[in-house]
């Protein structure tokens, strides 16, 4: 078993629940016990479940897991044979995204997994409202709205920014701006660059800038000529990475978090506890950035 520190990307969404559920009708309703009821298709073969695997405070901690069938086989490199791995009928492989919803801020906290269910908000929306429907089918119920998940809106980017520290900036020009950029800076090196994109040259550069060891950034600047920036429509995105999150600073965006934590190479997941524990000191960290 190898377990390293690695850095787990999260997302956090706006959450709507039309049913206004509490966090131990929550953690009733998705408890390990109900597994075989709360088992919703998803993909070719595969099949999604949700385990609330417990309350701390406000925070309601679990995870989405997604089921599959489909397995490799296993080679012995000494021997040079190669077997399958059984499962029984009622067995699965598993693959794990956690997640912290904060009810009483109506936002969800999803680790990015590829493996798993990856960015946890549109696979969560279809999951719940798939789930729900199937509930109040059975119940005869009149059809309630839908769950909404949503990136978070109108944030004060800049003003959040300004309060933050600047680590890094990553500058992405568009492919279709390459040209423009390249006569604005005199270098024939942006056109090789580019040119190893494709035969059409339709790669795009991206610049990363880091104060020296001591400095910062100079914010000021940076902010001056953000919307120089805007009305040239040359750079694609300009991201800035703070100490407490990452800021799309054109698009007025917040960015995904980042979490360091044990990772268990073999198994492919986190310590549950641990992203739970993490997650929740992030948010309220920074819970200001994100409502």
Known sequence: MVRTKETIRGHVYEITDPLGQTA????????????????????????????????????????????????????????????????????????????????ADKRILGQYNYDGARSLAPTLFEYLNILYKRFQENDDEEEKELFEIDPIKNLKTIELFKKDLSKSIFVKVADANISAFESDTNSDIINLLTSFGSEEKQGYIEITVKPKRGKRLDKKKLLERIELLKKDNIVKSLIVEGENAKYDLLNNNLLPFNLDLTYDSVKRRV?????????????EKNRSVFI
């Open 271 to 283: 310590n549950s506890e641990e992203f739970y524990e993490e997650a929740i000191n992030h948010y």
């Open 24 to 103: 131990i009708s929550l953690k009733t309703k998705f408890e390990q016990a109900n597994i075989p009821q709360n088992q919703v298709p998803y993909g070719d073969g595969n099949t999604l479940v949700l385990i609330v695997d417990k309350l701390v405070k406000e925070y309601v901690c679990g995870r989405l897991l997604k089921l599959r069938r489909r397995i490799p086989s296993v080679l012995n490199k000494k021997k040079a044979t190669e077997r399958d791995i059984p499962l029984l009928p009622e067995e699965d492989i598993t693959e794990t995204s956690h997640f912290v919803w904060v009810l």
